[in-house]
């Protein structure tokens, strides 16, 4: 296991992983930011781009508002990208369908995101108590650190779920990868159109605007002419 890449992304992971919905909220948390980020840091930001472009397209329609708590694309793109980088030199295998069989190990490993979420929330809910109690016993300072205490909670949660990708993720694709490489790579053009087609469908479910279903289809097509013109 190469420590230092790892080491790089789980500060990746952290940083972005707070701002997907503890601070800032800068957008940078979105696959297609993040994945570029960490395959610039380790040297490959083309890598990045092509899973941080497969994943965005594949979570566009499920977005952590509010109460909602979707799977941690955030942390699916960054340990793919991590074992995408990694893995490639050590097992000698071309960057592509490597990249794609990464991403498809991550994808639902970052179901785990989920679960990290729901207790980081709980956490911060007794947090809150603790600062009301603060309140009513006039110790205002312990309020910053209720704050500080809410965004490691959520820091530790984005870190536990980027381990669990990349730990896991590591030891599966080092006995499968050498073995399903090729057939990914077979179906990689395949396995391109599935992903926006996945994504585009999750947005159409959600749509409740009329007319919205016509106006997004002219723009979708529009795009899709506008790339083969180009």
């Not at 639902?108 to 979420?117: A, E, H, N, Y």
């Not at 030891?171 to 090729?182: D, E, F, I, N």
């Amino acid at each position: 296991m190469p420590w230092t890449e790892l080491s790089i992304g789980g500060l990746v992971a952290v940083l972005v992983g707070l701002d997907r919905t503890a601070a800032l909220q800068l957008m940078i948390s979105r696959p297609l930011v993040a994945a570029p980020l960490t395959g610039w840091l380790l040297g490959d930001a083309l890598a990045g781009l092509l899973i941080g472009a497969l994943v965005e397209l594949l979570w566009l329609g499920r977005l952590p508002v509010g109460a909602a708590i979707p799977p941690d694309d955030t942390q699916v793109a960054i340990g793919a990208t991590v074992l995408t980088l990694t893995l490639g030199p050590q097992l000698a295998l071309s960057e592509f369908p490597l990249a794609l069989l990464c991403t498809l190990v991550a994808i639902p490993l970052g179901k785990v995101g989920q679960r990290f979420d729901r207790l980081a929330r709980q956490r911060n809910g007794q947090l809150l108590i603790c600062a009301e109690a603060a309140v009513m016993t006039g110790d205002f300072q312990r309020i910053p650190r209720q704050h500080l205490l809410g965004l490691g909670h959520f820091a530790l949660a984005s870190f536990a779920t980027y381990l669990t990708i990349v730990l896991c993720g590591w030891g599966l694709l080092w006995l499968l990868a050498p073995t399903l490489v090729g057939p990914v790579g077979d179906v990689g053009n395949w396995l391109w159109l599935v992903f926006p087609l996945v994504g585009t469908a999750a947005l159409l479910s959600s749509i409740n605007v009329g007319r919205a279903l016509t106006l997004f289809a002219a723009a979708f097509t529009g795009a899709f002419l506008m790339l083969w013109l180009l």
